[in-house]
């Protein structure tokens, strides 16, 4: 199987994206308010879920900048299955509106952990399609 260097660079941006939305993630689980880079990237999860779709939802993902390529997408999904993280959406909802801080702590600890098991699996698959390059 032979991926191209675009597969690739998408595979380390969703490591990247992750990494990054981790990063703003660790101050919402401390009690911080949702700032608006991660309600920016929160809301492209968001609309990728599918969670806030509706009969337009292509249009609707092409017009927020959601996750939308393929690499982001069959990972996020084959994550959830393998997790039992069936309630994403639910999730990525209750850290960007729930009026609790503790909830949107709890629920932020959450993404925390599903996001780290994202990035781990984008670098491995950025990995490995480096080494089938070479081989």
């Known amino acids: 199987m032979r991926v191209d260097s675009e597969s690739r ?7 990247l994206t992750s990494r990054r939305t981790i990063d703003h993630l660790r101050n919402v689980a401390t009690g911080n308010p949702v700032d ?3 309600d920016s990237i929160l809301n492209k999860l968001l609309a990728s879920t599918g969670r806030e779709g509706n009969a337009n939802f292509v249009s609707h993902l092409q017009a927020t900048g959601a996750w939308t390529f393929f690499e982001e997408l069959s ?14 959406g639910e999730v990525v909802v209750s850290v960007l509106r ?5 909830v949107r702590g709890q629920q932020a600890k959450r993404l925390i952990s599903f996001l780290t098991a994202v990035e781990g699996r984008a670098l491995q698959r950025y990995t490995d399609s ?5 081989a």
């Not at 660079?9 to 490591?15: D, G, K, Q, W």
């Open 36 to 38: 608006a880079d991660l």
């Open 75 to 88: 990972t996020v999904d084959e994550l959830k299955d393998e997790l039992g993280f069936n309630d994403l």
């Open 9 to 15: 660079s998408r595979y380390l941006s969703l490591a």
């Open 130 to 134: 480096m080494e089938m390059r070479f």
């Open 98 to 102: 729930d009026a609790s801080a503790e």
